[in-house]
């Protein structure tokens, strides 16, 4: 379905970053190596997680089994057959200037109550 320098994975048991092929049965997704097969997983058990320098990395939450190294990413654009059903890419809610806003209007507060 999709070429295999651009799908990624990190499992769970290894820091090793693997190039998959992803093939997609329905609402769930397989992922192949060359010779190893993945479990089958539902679309609708991943989160996205952000970016990864060019990579769009997506995590593992169904619920049953805490995955937090699971990683799932595509470098560069998603491929277009998976875009519908994967989840949705958020931006963060807080951006670093906004954080920095954050953090001086705190140390405004702590030194105005301290100065009263």
């Not at 192949?32 to 097969?37: A, I, T």
């Not at 679309?43 to 699971?70: C, M, N, Q, T």
Request: aromatic share 12%.
């Amino acid at each position: 379905m999709s070429d295999e320098g651009t799908v990624w994975h990190i499992g769970e048991g290894s820091a090793l970053k693997r190039r998959v092929r992803i093939e997609t049965v329905g609402k769930t997704f397989v992922l192949f190596e060359q010779l190893w097969r993945s479990e089958a997983y539902f679309f609708g058990d991943l989160v996205y997680r952000g970016k990864e320098g060019e990579s769009h990395v997506f995590g593992l939450d169904d619920g049953i089994k805490a995955r937090p190294k699971w990683k799932l990413g595509f470098k560069g654009d998603i491929p277009a057959e998976l875009v519908s059903l994967l989840p949705r890419a958020k931006p963060p809610l807080l951006s670093n200037i906004g954080m920095i806003i954050i953090a001086f209007l705190c140390l405004a507060i702590v030194y105005f109550a301290a100065a009263s």
